[in-house]
């Protein structure tokens, strides 16, 4: 199958800086996206990466490593707002994307 | 833009009864997807669909999913007759290029009792 893996919960603190991670099977991969989703919302885009390395916008970025079949997602500066799913998709090259469970983050004062 | 729109926001209807679930993706957007999540889950593709036609609908669960598109704009997942495994929370999201860029609704929350 194609799995996709990420930890379940996570908890951070306001002001500090987190990292999701979020492995996959490398087989036939074509892309990775990151969603940020507010509960009862629609999961909302963050990032795209195809490429190896790293990619900045704002306080979010997104790593990839093809060979490893290993992305993260880093928050910086954390806000009360950043608390929300985080998903972890990949295109596995059949114009479909196929989801990890996704890591429910919590901010704390 | 406006988004996607589903509808409805929430569903809850009796085994056995069919439901009908509309989306309307962004103006312009030739893709357009179906997912669910069922509780606990992951979110799962269902069926990909450019224009009316149907691309991909190899996440169908079984013949009880009945999708269309006529005329290539919104779309309408009809579920018919209702099983309680059905229960969660159906997607939809548009995109103008295959593989990327997709725009996600707010989702339709089934619930079958």
């Known amino acids: 199958g194609q799995n996709i893996d990420q930890p379940t919960e996570m908890t951070a603190t306001e002001g500090a800086i987190v990292q999701i991670n979020c492995t996959y099977q490398t087989s036939g991969f074509n892309g990775l996206f990151w969603y940020q989703q507010h509960a009862g919302e629609a999961p909302t885009f963050l990032s795209y990466?195809?490429?190896?390395g790293l990619e900045e916008k704002g306080r979010f970025s997104s790593f990839l490593s093809r060979s490893k079949g290993y992305s993260y997602l880093l928050l910086k500066e954390l806000q009360m707002k950043d608390s929300a799913s985080y998903l972890c998709?990949?295109?596995?090259?059949?114009?479909?994307?196929?989801f990890g469970t996704g890591t429910r983050l919590t901010i704390i004062p | 833009e406006a988004g996607v729109t589903q509808f409805p926001s929430h569903s809850v209807i009796e085994k056995g009864q069919t439901v009908t679930l509309r989306c309307d993706p962004i103006s312009g957007h030739d893709n357009l997807y179906w997912y669910r999540r069922v509780m606990g889950k992951e979110i799962k593709f269902l069926l990909h669909?450019?224009?009316?036609?149907?691309?991909?609908e190899s996440g169908m669960p079984n013949n009880r999913f009945l999708a269309e598109r006529t005329g290539g704009t919104y779309s309408t997942l009809k579920v018919q007759p209702a099983e309680l495994e059905d229960s969660g929370v159906y997607f939809c999201?548009?995109?103008?290029?295959?593989?990327?860029?997709?725009?996600f609704g707010s989702g339709t929350r089934l619930t079958v009792v």
């Open positions: 999201a548009s995109s103008q290029d295959t593989g990327f860029g997709y725009t």
């Open positions: 990466n195809v490429l190896d």
């Open positions: 669909f450019v224009k009316e036609s149907k691309q991909d």
């Open positions: 998709a990949v295109n596995f090259g059949n114009e479909k994307l196929t």
